[in-house]
């Protein structure tokens, strides 16, 4: 098992309590079980769920202030619980590299949302990634607007 089906399954649980609203310490257990994850993707797994559902309120607000003219309620649910658990990898998480989170979470908007969820995921984390990193003198900014770390 890997972190991309990790992931994967960490947006399910989420999509499931939010749209769902089936609580969090019922799903991610009952997943767990029923997938028989390994020990690693296990607290890989538990950490983005829980991690994400505590840190809710300043994750939604990063959203709201990221997309423009979204409200949260107007988004697509899918787009809406892949932001969330990738901002919540991007701000929080310190051993995935950023490229990664943002990649992994385009490919999974990709897989559950429609034609342009892939392109507004990508959109909305990239310019998160890039205010989070403007004073950081590793990262710096190509002619073609491309992030690169050094």
């Not at 020990?39 to 939604?60: A, H, M, P, W, Y």
Request: net charge negative; charged share 30%.
């Amino acid at each position: 098992m890997s972190r991309p089906f990790a992931r994967d399954l960490a947006f399910k649980i989420l999509f499931q309590t939010d749209v769902g609203r089936n609580p969090w310490q019922e799903v991610l257990p009952r997943t767990i079980q029923d997938v028989g994850l390994p020990e690693k993707s296990q607290n890989f797994l538990e950490d983005l769920v829980k991690g994400t559902i505590k840190n809710l309120k300043e994750i939604d607000q990063e959203i709201i202030k990221y997309s423009k003219e979204w409200t949260l309620e107007r988004m697509a649910n899918t787009d809406r619980n892949i932001l969330r658990m990738a901002i919540y990898e991007l701000k929080f998480v310190d051993d995935v590299p950023p490229g990664v989170t943002i990649n992994e979470a385009v490919e999974l908007a990709k897989k559950y949302g429609d034609e342009d969820s892939g392109k507004f995921v990508n959109g909305i984390l990239g310019q998160i990634y890039k205010d989070l990193t403007k004073d950081d003198p590793a990262v710096i900014t190509t002619t073609d607007g491309e992030l690169t770390e050094v």
